[in-house]
């Protein structure tokens, strides 16, 4: 497996434009994991899925952001309208359920967002 | 989930055995402890996880003491390389998935 696949890298945008990014856990995952990383704050999660389903979203800044997980190979996290402070790295994680001892979860590259 | 603490940074010269400890005095018995390691531009990845006494892998050891409220992650003989940020976590095994991290500790190797 590839491993976890995020997308685009890098992006620039302008203040209030729409962002997406996009993720592919990898297969046979239960998990899904949006973080964001800031010098300021660390790593924060934002939310997680579980078979592609939300189960906690509580880290989610405001309503500008929303992620979404269709299926199970693919989620995306949406930033509309995007601000200067919601430049950061976003990562994405996924994790098999396997058994219970299970706390690895294996992340993307992550993708670098500067909001101008 | 149990919150924990552990250095902000330390500092060590490769060939030496590092520790970096890190306190979770409000673990549950359920709770699970696992170590991450972060290098600059790349995501966290999995080190070592355990729930008592010493696990050991090829990149770590992981000290529990009986009352668990610590945990010390040993790396044997550093090297450059070696140099990033390590997390502790505290997670309740399986059930929620949730995983939280918290400040780390940037370990610094140097020549």
């Known amino acids: 497996d590839a491993g976890v696949i995020q997308s685009p890298r890098h992006e620039v945008t302008e203040m209030g434009q729409e962002v997406t990014l996009r993720c592919k856990p990898i297969?046979?995952?239960?998990?899904l994991f949006w973080y964001r990383q800031t010098m300021m704050r660390g790593l924060e999660l934002l939310i997680y899925?579980?078979?592609?389903?939300?189960?906690?979203d509580s880290g989610m800044p405001e309503d500008r952001f929303s992620a979404k997980m269709p299926n199970a190979s693919f989620s995306t996290l949406k930033i509309q309208p995007s601000e200067p402070r919601d430049s950061a790295v976003y990562f994405c994680?996924?994790?098999?359920?396997?058994?219970?001892?299970?706390?690895?979860?294996?992340f993307g590259q992550g993708t670098r967002l500067t909001v101008v | 989930l149990a919150k924990t603490t552990q250095p902000i940074s330390m500092d060590s010269y490769e060939g030496q055995e590092v520790n970096i400890t890190c306190s979770h005095n409000?673990?549950?018995?359920?709770?699970?402890i696992t170590w991450y390691q972060q290098f600059p531009s790349q995501g966290p990845r999995f080190i070592i996880q355990?729930?008592?006494t010493k696990v050991t892998n090829e990149v770590a050891s992981l000290f529990i003491p009986a009352d668990r409220k610590s945990s010390t992650l040993s790396l044997p003989r550093v090297s450059l390389s070696d140099t990033a940020v390590y997390y502790c976590?505290?997670?309740?095994?399986?059930?929620?998935?949730?995983?939280?991290f918290g400040q780390g500790t940037t370990l610094q190797v140097k020549p």
């Open positions: 355990g729930y008592k």
């Open positions: 899925f579980n078979n592609n389903v939300p189960i906690d």
């Open positions: 297969s046979g995952h239960d998990y």
């Open positions: 994680a996924s994790k098999g359920a396997g058994n219970l001892l299970n706390t690895e979860a294996f």
């Open positions: 976590l505290v997670a309740l095994s399986g059930n929620t998935g949730k995983l939280i």
């Open positions: 409000n673990i549950a018995t359920n709770d699970y």
